[in-house]
């Protein structure tokens, strides 16, 4: 069964550095978002990506954050400089276009925790 | 969006069926009822969805009556691995949809 793929699986960076997170979509999906779960907390929505442009971003997605797909196959979100609280799982998901009527499952990715120090 | 509303949690014994209601007193013509589960330290994982009356697979059953301002999911013979968070979502047919997810039902299955 095709699956979301994410790597690394845990990233420890230091206060100020950039990051990048991975993700490979499933493969004949064309809608890809990222979402991020402080500890204990709720899964929060920070982006969705379509047809190689941003179609929505959440308040937390701020300058700070910025999202690519460089080829076919990888899709990534970037923290240009992270704070004590970005420090949190990163959660990639993927859909298929659907025509209208039809729905739109989102399958998740198995997340990377992030760890600012 | 429709909001839903859910059990903060449930306990169950290893063997029983589990039964997690959802409200969404607002859902709207185009939204489907989605769940999902998620095991600590991972990603949600989609379990099932519908739009209204009866829909089964090989996880779970979800019921929906005519109204759909609720639904129920259906867990039959839960085992200890079953011990997580379900979240019931409402999503917008079509095209994509940001997915938000609210506090979820968190299920402890006893053995």
């Known amino acids: 069964e095709p699956e979301v793929t994410q790597t690394p699986s845990h990233q420890v960076t230091q206060m100020g550095q950039e990051v990048i997170l991975r993700c490979v979509p499933i493969s004949n999906h064309l809608y890809f978002y990222w979402y991020r779960q402080i500890l204990g907390q709720k899964v929060e929505f920070l982006v969705s990506?379509?047809?190689?442009?941003?179609?929505?971003k959440s308040e937390i997605f701020d300058d700070q954050f910025s999202v690519e797909r460089p080829d076919g196959s990888n899709f990534t979100l970037k923290i240009r400089s992270t704070k004590l609280e970005d420090s949190a799982m990163y959660f990639c998901?993927?859909?298929?276009?659907?025509?209208?009527?039809?729905?739109?499952?989102?399958?998740f990715g198995p997340g990377t925790r992030l760890t600012v120090l | 969006l429709a909001k839903t509303t859910q059990p903060i949690s449930m306990d169950s014994y290893e063997g029983q069926e589990v039964n997690i209601t959802c409200s969404h007193n607002n859902i709207a013509t185009n939204d489907y009822i989605t769940w999902y589960q998620q095991f600590p330290s991972q990603g949600p994982r989609f379990i099932i969805q519908g739009y209204k009356t009866k829909v089964t697979n090989e996880v779970a059953s979800l019921f929906i009556p005519a109204d759909r301002k609720s639904s129920t999911l259906s867990l039959p013979r839960v085992s200890l691995s079953d011990t997580a968070v379900y979240y019931c979502l409402v999503v917008l047919s079509g095209g994509y949809q940001k997915v938000t997810f609210g506090t979820g039902t968190k299920l402890q299955v006893i053995p």
């Open positions: 990506f379509y047809n190689n442009e941003i179609s929505e």
């Open positions: 998901a993927s859909s298929e276009a659907l025509r209208s009527g039809k729905t739109d499952t989102q399958y």
